[in-house]
């Protein structure tokens, strides 16, 4: 009998090594290195969208930006945990993952700030977001020439200006991002502080899952089919 269960086991092992596997359950540092690589540069480009759907101004780009803000941090904590094989990685992905989507937006006032261009411009019209009980007011500015700006000023907080009131803003020279108020972009060391640590902290805690469940993963892939 225990030649027959030992017969058996090394007849499933060798069918598990020559039928294709997932990319999860392939073995390698190579494929460490390519999951943790792929996981960082999709969460890189998914973040850097959230901060600038915030950026963008109206409804439905805060909207998209706040599913996808919400979807970022979770699908991160889930697929560390298939990377590590182990649940560990979930509560400080999530954590990290949630700090940082609270400053993202950051990257977007960084890039106005290093690259907009200061002008004051004149409120024409006022508007407010429709479908929402509590006014959220859109602002159409003109500059000095007369030309108006290709995106609403949408103060944080829902601050009010009269048509006629001039306003010192920043312009996104390619008319991408909505124009913010000079007040509003204020060079905050804190969230630069926390985009950085949270950042570093949602690297480290990929790499560790990644390297972490390499060694079980062997394990599972060489006990065969019983340990997929």
Same mark, same amino acid.
């Given at each position: 009998m225990g030649r027959a269960r030992k017969a058996r086991r090394r007849r499933a092992r060798a069918v598990a090594a020559r039928a294709p596997r997932p990319m999860l359950r &392939? =073995?390698?540092w190579a494929w460490v290195a390519v999951r943790v690589v792929?996981?960082?540069? /999709? +969460? =890189? !480009?998914l973040y850097v969208a959230v901060g600038f759907g915030f950026a963008l101004g109206g409804s439905g780009w805060w909207a998209a930006a706040g599913l996808l803000g919400v979807v970022t941090p979770v699908g991160a904590a889930l697929a560390s945990m298939a990377m590590a094989e182990r649940r560990w990685p979930v509560l400080p992905v +999530? +954590?990290?993952?949630? /700090?940082?989507l609270v400053v993202c937006p950051e990257v977007a006032h960084a890039r106005l700030r290093d690259h907009g261009a200061r002008v004051t411009? =004149?409120?024409?019209? $006022? %508007?407010?977001?429709?479908? *929402?009980a509590k006014c959220a007011p859109h602002?159409?500015? &003109? *500059?000095?020439?007369? %030309?108006e700006l290709p995106r609403p000023l949408s103060p944080p907080g829902g601050a009010r200006h009269a048509p006629g009131d001039r306003v010192e803003v920043v312009e996104d020279p390619g008319g991408?991002? /909505?124009p913010r108020r000079v007040s509003d972009l204020t060079d905050d060391a804190g969230e630069r502080h926390v985009l950085r640590w $949270? !950042?570093?902290?949602?690297? +480290?805690?990929?790499?560790a899952a990644g390297l972490t469940g390499e060694p079980r993963r062997r394990r599972l892939v060489a006990d065969g089919p019983r340990g997929w």
């Open positions: &392939r =073995t390698g792929g996981l960082l540069g /999709a +969460l =890189t !480009a +999530l +954590l990290a993952g949630v /700090a940082l411009v =004149t409120v024409v019209e $006022s %508007s407010c977001e429709p479908g *929402r602002y159409r500015v &003109r *500059r000095p020439d007369g %030309s991408v991002l /909505a $949270s !950042a570093g902290a949602l690297v +480290l805690l990929v790499v």
